[in-house]
């Protein structure tokens, strides 16, 4: 593995090498640079984001603090060879960084949001939980006032000052994915807390939503009038925003079934994917017309499509340009932040205060009103820990501040200050109020305690087609099925008053529910597993595999080098001892492990066994091939064996195997499994050749002639 990386570096500093030589001053050049920034965000946004990951914070920090890193005021103003300037260099006045790689960003902006609007439980905003609703509100009006106050204490102005009403916003926003990996693992994910958290993180979604409109109205207002503040305009205004906002809303909701039913007349699920992107796109556009910001229209969109039948197939295919956009958007917010700024003493006490501030406001806004629906203290403090990290949409209010000209570099270093801080404090806070012993609500038998149930799979694959098919059929029964951190597999089911929550760990789906719930629980994994293993009994009884070696012309699969040195003459037995298909496999491995290739016999003859039990790997005309992925070895291994008057193999033809050759390959870096098993099926479908390793002499002769 290190060998491989030294190489890797060495490639990519050859490849930078004449790039960055050469600069033509040309209109390719300024296209030559894009190119080559977004290669340098998206390596450094992603080891961001693992090593943030590996450290057990979001990646999203990691995406940030490196934009930061290799920022114009970083490393990004050093001089390179081809850029003088630096390779990230500020370009205009409003932002640190070119128009184009912006654009990008606000591209990725857009998707964030549309995604956003897709995974909003729509059904819970509007029905479910009152408490979620009265603590979601109540978070929202603390931490407005309170992120406001801070500007008019700090910064000066009047409340109404659009600067300050842009920290009330920025304030607001709950990123709830760090709160449901930790309600997760402490089992608390569908405890009275850990649902009222999420219902109240919804409604802040949405209303987050609708002050940024309102918000942006007035600022528009404040901006035509010469910085006079005229009340009657600025109420006219900010009432058009929030009437458009609600308009269109409620337009796209009306019609989003008849929406759905026009997309998915382009017939295939990528097409029309691409399509409600396309709608998105258009509806940003509008709101940006209109002097509203091109999030609200994004998340309008998805918003509109979230209820219906293809929601979860647009994420779906939507989730790889996300996995693209959303890293650079983050590193280039990262890049924004002025080093100097944050060294300021003013920044960093203001910072500080803001955050502090942000912190109390979560904690007392959702967890006073907790208090009064039907939680103790212990139940409130939990809440408020649980609403008080900050995240993505509050770093894009900063992004729109900034080109709006309401945030300078100071006001947006503050605003990052606060998100980074509320997100690191965050998982202490709420793990600390978890340690409480005894039930967070005043009732103990509406504390409906969860019960975590595991199922355990024989493999990750089997474990994330049960999964899928759960959560395919669930939704199709009306149940909203929400990722709340892909990267944890972590998700949560609902419908009206029922939920609970999955994750997905490796071979093992854990499952936490309140005991009414269970049942339907169990069901549903019941008819997952019922519903695959119909499917894959049709695939035995109305599938004949041996159709495929028949349709063949004669092609040959050839071996690489690497697959060709996975088989040594000492690892070839000219006389098998072995009767059985179960003594040739084992004679195979322990001759491999004699030589080195395997560290575990016993586990590669288990996971060797399991595959032959899914599907006999007995080919035709006396070859079979047994394989497996395993964790018992860690490089490709083979082995070959002759039996001259054959076993029984339960072959396709029904004859005895005569040639067996044994593959492992690590399960977790297979390499070339597929080629290898595919060159040597296709040389031995040569009776000649058959004939010729049958009456070899010599262990090299077998290997030559197998053509490894």
Not at 360 to 374: E, I, N, R, W, Y
């Amino acid at each position: 593995m290190k060998k491989s990386r030294i190489l890797l570096v060495l490639f990519l500093a050859l490849v930078a090498i004449p790039v960055f030589a050469s600069s033509d001053g040309d209109l390719g050049e300024g296209q030559t640079t894009l190119v080559i920034q977004i290669g340098i965000i998206l390596f450094a946004a992603k080891l961001g984001g693992m090593l943030a990951q590996k450290i057990g914070i979001p990646t999203v920090l990691g995406e940030l603090l490196s934009g930061i890193l290799i920022g114009p005021y970083a490393l990004g103003a050093l001089a390179l060879p081809g850029f003088p300037d630096g390779l990230f260099v500020k370009t205009i006045a409003e932002i640190p960084v070119s128009p184009e790689l912006y654009g990008i960003a606000t591209i990725a902006s857009i998707i964030l949001l549309f995604v956003s609007g897709l995974e909003t439980d729509l059904g819970l905003f509007l029905k479910y939980s009152v408490a979620g609703s009265i603590v979601g509100l109540g978070g929202v009006l603390f931490s407005f006032a309170g992120g406001d106050l801070v500007g008019v204490l700090f910064l000066g102005g009047s409340f109404m000052e659009p600067r300050n009403l842009f920290l009330g916003i920025l304030s607001t926003a709950t990123s709830v994915g760090i709160t449901a990996r930790i309600l997760s693992d402490r089992k608390k994910m569908d405890s009275p807390e850990g649902v009222t958290i999420l219902a109240a993180a919804v409604l802040d979604d949405v209303l987050g939503i609708v002050v940024l409109a309102v918000v942006l109205g007035i600022a528009s207002a404040a901006g035509t009038s010469g910085g006079d503040v005229q009340w009657g305009r600025i109420g006219i205004i900010a009432a058009r925003a929030f009437g458009i906002w609600l308009g269109i809303t409620a337009l796209g909701l009306i019609l989003s079934k008849r929406i759905a039913a026009v997309l998915k007349q382009f017939k295939h699920a990528s097409a029309f994917s691409i399509m409600a992107l396309g709608l998105a796109f258009l509806l940003s556009g509008f709101f940006e017309r209109e002097g509203l910001a091109m999030i609200i229209g994004a998340y309008i969109t998805g918003l509109s499509l979230s209820k219906t039948d293809i929601s979860h197939i647009i994420i779906e295919k939507v989730h790889v340009l996300y996995e693209f956009f959303v890293p650079v958007f983050f590193a280039v917010m990262g890049m924004m932040v002025d080093l100097r700024q944050l060294a300021s003493l003013e920044v960093i006490v203001i910072g500080l205060v803001f955050t502090v501030i942000s912190i109390l406001a979560k904690v007392l806004g959702c967890g006073l009103p907790a208090l009064f629906t039907g939680f103790n203290l212990k139940g409130a403090l939990r809440i408020g820990a649980g609403m008080v990290p900050r995240g993505e949409v509050a770093l894009i209010v900063a992004g729109i501040g900034v080109t709006n000209g309401l945030l300078d570099g100071g006001l947006f270093g503050i605003a990052i200050m606060m998100t980074l801080l509320t997100t690191l404090v965050a998982p202490f806070g709420l793990s600390a109020t978890l340690r409480i012993p005894g039930a967070g609500t005043r009732d103990p038998e509406a504390s409906g305690e969860s019960k975590a149930v595991d199922f355990d799979f024989p493999s990750e694959d089997v474990a994330l087609l049960v999964t899928d098919t759960m959560a395919h059929e669930l939704q199709a029964e009306g149940y909203y099925v929400r990722t709340m951190d892909i990267e944890e597999g972590i998700a949560q089911v609902r419908r009206d008053e029922l939920a609970f929550s999955m994750r997905l760990d490796g071979a093992r789906l854990s499952v936490q529910a309140p005991e009414k719930t269970l049942a339907i629980v169990r069901t549903s994994v019941f008819e997952a597993v019922a519903t695959l293993n119909q499917n894959f009994a049709r695939l035995k009884s109305d599938f004949d595999p041996a159709s495929i070696q028949r349709n063949d012309s004669g092609e040959v699969g050839p071996l690489g080098r690497s697959e060709a040195k996975a088989v040594c003459p000492s690892c070839v037995a000219l006389e098998l001892k072995a009767d059985t298909k179960e003594g040739a496999i084992r004679e195979l491995l322990e001759l491999m492990a004699g030589n080195g290739l395997i560290d575990d016999t016993e586990r590669a003859f288990a996971d060797i066994l399991e595959r032959e039990r899914s599907m006999s790997t007995g080919m035709q005309h006396g070859v079979a091939l047994p394989h497996a992925k395993t964790d018992a070895v860690s490089a490709m291994a083979a082995s070959i064996g002759i039996k001259r008057d054959g076993l029984e193999f339960d072959s396709l033809d029904g004859q005895p195997a005569r040639i067996i050759v044994l593959l492992t390959t690590p399960k977790k870096n297979p390499g070339a499994h597929i080629q290898f098993l595919a060159g040597v099926g296709a040389a031995l479908k040569d009776e000649r050749r058959r004939g010729q390793i049958l009456e070899a002499t010599s262990a090299e002769d077998v290997i030559r002639l197998m053509g490894v």
